[in-house]
């Protein structure tokens, strides 16, 4: 046991930890360098690509959401104007609309007016028309009658139509001139 012992002591002396083997710390760093150089050609300028293309669409990205924010915009006031510029063409028909009804419904007035005048134009002359026809139609009635009567008073019979006529008619002349006459007075 004693070279056991011995080997155990001897690995007790070599194995410091605070202070490692020379040729440990030189593998190690070597190492270190070969990975870190390996990173550093390989991995960091991937990550590099990458970040730079993050920041490029991130940065693009936003001035492109400007832009569409700023055509937004110009669209939105154009989209106002042809807005506000339909308003006023609605406003302008709509004006245009009631001059028209208003223009339509003075000529319906005036049309009617028209109407109503010859239609009371057209009565007058029918109630002369018939005026007439019945001072006929009432002369002859009267005269006949009147005939009528005197030949009954006088006994005889009066029957010259020419002569009764003009007498008739004479009549019922001083009649209407004395009519007339008391019209005049009394208005």
Avoid: W
């Avoid at 009631?98 to 005048?117: D, H, I, N, V, Y």
């Amino acid at each position: 046991m004693s070279i056991v012992a011995q080997l155990a002591a001897e690995t007790e002396e070599k194995m410091n930890p605070l202070l490692p083997n020379t040729p440990e710390i030189v593998i190690g760093l070597l190492c270190f360098f070969i990975v870190f150089g390996l990173l550093g050609k390989k991995l960091l300028p991937s990550i590099e690509k990458v970040l730079s293309e993050r920041r490029d669409a991130i940065e693009g990205g936003m001035e492109r959401a400007e832009a569409a924010q700023a055509e937004a915009q110009a669209l939105l006031e154009q989209y106002r104007a042809e807005l506000a510029e339909a308003r006023h063409e609605a406003a302008r028909i709509v004006e245009q609309a009631r001059e028209q009804g208003a223009a339509q419904l003075t000529e319906m007035r005036e049309e009617g007016q028209r109407q109503r005048e010859a239609i009371v134009a057209a009565g007058h002359a029918q109630i002369e028309a018939d005026k007439k026809q019945a001072t006929a139609a009432l002369r002859q009635d009267v005269g006949s009658l009147a005939t009528q009567l005197a030949s009954r008073i006088v006994g005889e019979s009066l029957e010259d139509h020419t002569r009764q006529s003009g007498v008739i008619d004479r009549f019922l002349d001083e009649l209407e001139a004395k009519a007339a006459v008391a019209q005049g007075a009394a208005k």
